[in-house]
């Protein structure tokens, strides 16, 4: 599992120009879905927690030392299978490493819903598999690749 943590000041996405999911202060995590994920239900609370935990967001000294759930943040969890896309060989990407949409969204849906648990007060999400417009105003900009 790959994310993309990119630290925001708010941040949107829509689904045939309706909004589905929208926070302000927090986080917008893409995620991506690898085929040997699959089957490997750990790595879905090591990645919640370390997203929840990791802290990026400054202290009263300006320095990125609070986590999500210390500034009682939110997170936009948007999936995107284009995380495992393969740019080393031509000029278009091979996604073979991206999990399958029937094998990934069940997978993508559980860390959704473990990190809805990890007591983060408001989780949206995009919708799986759609066409999605996503908005945000990126902080910093701080941005963090993350792989398990």
Same mark, same amino acid.
């Given at each position: 599992m790959k994310v993309v943590l990119q630290r925001v000041s708010f941040a949107d996405v829509k689904v045939d120009g309706k909004t589905?999911? @929208? *926070?302000d202060k927090g986080i917008l995590c893409l995620v991506g879905v690898k085929t040997d994920d699959i089957g490997c239900e750990d790595k879905i609370s090591k990645m919640a927690d370390? *997203?929840? /935990? +990791?802290? *990026?967001? !400054? &202290? !009263? /000294?300006?320095? +990125?030392? $609070?986590? $999500? @759930? &210390?500034? &009682?943040g939110e997170l936009l969890v948007i999936s995107q299978f284009t995380l495992y896309g393969d740019a080393s060989h031509g000029n278009r990407p091979s996604y073979i490493e991206a999990a399958r949409p029937e094998d990934a969204e069940p997978y993508y849906e559980k860390f959704v819903n !473990?990190? @809805?648990?990890?007591? *983060? @007060?408001?989780?949206?999400?995009?919708v799986f598999g759609a066409d999605m417009k996503v908005s945000l105003l990126n902080d910093g900009?701080?941005?963090?690749?993350?792989?398990?």
């Open positions: 589905v999911g @929208k *926070i370390k *997203i929840v /935990n +990791m802290r *990026i967001f !400054e &202290d !009263e /000294n300006e320095k +990125m030392n $609070l986590s $999500l @759930k &210390d500034i &009682d !473990e990190l @809805k648990n990890k007591g *983060i @007060k408001k989780v949206e999400c995009g900009p701080v941005t963090i690749v993350y792989e398990l």
